[in-house]
């Protein structure tokens, strides 16, 4: 039997809730549904509690096959952290990029340098703004309104993976649905980029003034 069945178990013949026996050895019951979940194992400090409580011996409530199941748990955990940090980082990087990147007079694309920067020449800003009544214009505003939509939905879905057990269980949901995002991130992204820059070198907007 797996600790976290031994430890549901004892803590029902005790007639305990687990708000109670967090209570009793001083955790939260969010630490004790985890690990009657099978998302984590208790410290050391917080086995002895358990075992001293309930009246049982370590080796009894925590076996070797718990352990190894514990550093599957954790390597899992880990890979999950980093698709999560990737899906907070990819939007935050195009948002970077779309403040940062620059068109100069002559419509190179430019890091840093001003006057107007990508999402500038999309919404309108700056000098000489770019017409928003030629249809090709209002189409890249509108795919930058989904990009936007995107970029923070994929951030929004990161931190609750990140934060909501019960989500990051659902380790497959979470690895397509993560990849997925970010991919399409990157793609709007490219495609507003290349748009805009169609439009410019196409003369749809009007280079901008120094």
């Known amino acids: 039997m797996a600790f976290s069945d031994k430890l549901k178990q004892l803590r ?44 049982v011996k370590e080796e009894w409530l925590m ?22 940090a990737g899906g907070i980082l990819v939007p935050a990087l195009c ?7 620059t068109f100069t007079g002559d419509m190179t694309a430019a890091l840093f340098l001003p006057p107007r920067s990508l999402f500038a ?6 000098p000489n703004p770019p017409s928003l009544f030629f249809p090709e214009m209002k ?16 951030a929004v879905f990161s931190v609750l993976a990140l934060a909501l057990p019960g989500l990051r269980a659902k380790s497959k949901l979470c690895l397509f649905l993560e990849i997925g995002l970010m991919t399409l991130s990157a793609v709007l992204f ?20 120094f």
């Not at 020449?121 to 700056?126: D, F, K, N, Y």
């Not at 930058?144 to 994929?154: I, L, N, P, Q, Y």
Request: with cysteine; proline share 3%.
């Open 12 to 55: 029902e013949e005790h007639g305990l809730s687990q708000a109670a026996l967090a209570k009793q050895i001083y955790v939260s019951r969010s630490a004790v549904a985890k690990w009657e979940n099978g998302l984590g194992l208790p410290d050391d400090g917080n086995l002895l509690a358990l075992c001293n409580y309930f009246n």
């Open 63 to 84: 076996e070797r096959e718990d352990l190894k199941k514990q550093l599957r748990i954790d390597k899992k955990q880990l890979g999950h952290i980093l698709l999560c």
């Open 95 to 101: 948002v970077i990029l779309g403040l940062c990147l």
């Open 121 to 126: 020449m999309i919404c309108g800003a700056g």
């Open 139 to 154: 189409g890249v505003l509108i795919a930058f309104c989904f990009s936007a939509a995107v970029w923070a939905g994929t």
């Open 190 to 209: 490219a495609a507003l980029f290349a748009a805009v820059y169609f439009l410019a070198t196409h003369k749809y907007v009007s280079p901008p003034s």
